[in-house]
């Protein structure tokens, strides 16, 4: 697999921490070129905020390390890892990073502002058909083929790190755990042996157990989200972690099948072969894995191509058949000169 490296890479997140000072009494942080508007989210190694760059006018999303997470040299190594291998990625369903550094002892990097609503709840609020599943999930698979293609595993897919446009688009962001896996290339640990890395819902086996991973973590990871799309609940549940994690090792689904019978025969075939405890009885690569959906979607529009002719020809014959029929005069007549009954009593005689 051969990998296109970024010629013009972005700047090494370094320097001192975070000065006193650097946030305005409110909490809004300052960044030179920046102009801060509001927090949009928050998690254990940084901030994310709306901004506009200055330079450009743009709106972006700015994610910013905090300063808890700058004192711990794997924060700080997994922050410049995520600016550096999503710098490496150029694809529409992909949110774009523009630019990353330091300011004041803020270490921060701008990426694309994606104005959308996560996948799950995409789904949900548009009651979305298996067909319409298929298509956004084929092309969550061509931005994580992308990924694959540069070297780079994302670990984390889920809903809220998908999310929709308001033109139906899906775009993938938070490379947060990302990992390199090109052969030669060099790569820190990052995690220690037997820790679990990524959100329990939506994580492998593998991950489940602490053990290595690869790309098939992510067709695993991409089987959950389809899943859940197509019957409204995730295949793996608990009250706490440590059950969901149990359930991920040790159980299985609930067929598909018996939670929406529309689901295409093919297209429940791929998910559960997305979901196999094995990595080597999954789909191999994600290019498989979008080979076989685009066939199905293929079959499917195929299949309704030939259904709205067959309609179309039943309703223009019927529509002929009708039109050649005559009047005949002497019905209306034969009607007209029909006697009303008159309403019975309760005991059977005529009504007076």
């Not at 994606?114 to 789904?123: E, M, S």
């Not at 993938?172 to 990052?190: N, W």
Request: hydrophobic share 35%.
């Amino acid at each position: 697999m051969s990998e296109v490296r970024d010629t013009n890479p972005l700047p090494t997140i370094s320097g001192p921490p975070p000065e006193e000072g650097s946030e305005h009494p409110s909490g809004v942080p300052q960044v030179e070129g920046y102009e801060v508007l509001e927090l949009l989210g928050e998690g254990g190694m940084g901030t994310v905020w709306r901004a506009v760059q200055l330079s450009t006018r743009r709106e972006v999303a700015l994610k910013l390390m905090t300063k808890e997470a700058f004192a711990s040299e794997k924060a700080r190594a997994r922050f410049q890892r995520e600016v550096e291998l999503t710098a490496r990625l150029q694809h529409p369903n992909i949110a774009r990073i523009y630019d990353s550094g330091q300011c004041n002892g803020v270490h921060y990097y701008a990426m694309e502002l994606i104005r959308g609503v996560p996948i799950d709840r995409y789904a949900r609020d548009q009651h979305l058909a298996p067909r319409r599943v298929l298509e956004l999930i084929h092309t969550v698979c061509e931005a994580v083929h992308h990924a694959h293609h540069h070297g780079v595993i994302h670990r984390d897919l889920k809903p809220s790190n998908i999310l929709v446009t308001n033109d139906g688009q899906p775009h993938l962001l938070d490379f947060g755990l990302a990992k390199p896996f090109l052969e030669g290339e060099a790569d820190v640990t990052l995690s220690a042996a037997g820790e679990a890395v990524g959100t329990p819902a939506y994580m492998s086996p593998e991950q489940a157990l602490g053990r290595k991973t690869d790309w098939r973590s992510d067709i695993f990871n991409l089987g959950v989200i389809c899943y859940e799309l197509l019957t409204g609940r995730r295949p793996f549940e608990g009250v706490t972690a440590p059950e969901i994690l149990a359930a991920i090792i040790n159980k299985e689904p609930l067929s598909i099948d018996l939670l929406c019978p529309e689901v295409p025969t093919d297209f429940r075939r791929v998910v559960d072969k997305c979901l196999r405890k094995e990595p080597e009885l999954r789909y191999q690569h994600v290019d498989d894995l979008r080979v076989d959906l685009k066939v199905i979607q293929s079959a499917l529009e195929s299949r309704e191509s030939v259904v709205g002719k067959r309609e179309k020809s039943v309703a223009t014959l019927l529509f002929l058949n009708l039109s050649t029929i005559t009047c005949n005069p002497r019905l209306f007549e034969i009607v007209e000169r029909t006697p009303t009954l008159e309403p019975m009593r309760h005991d059977g005689a005529m009504a007076e």
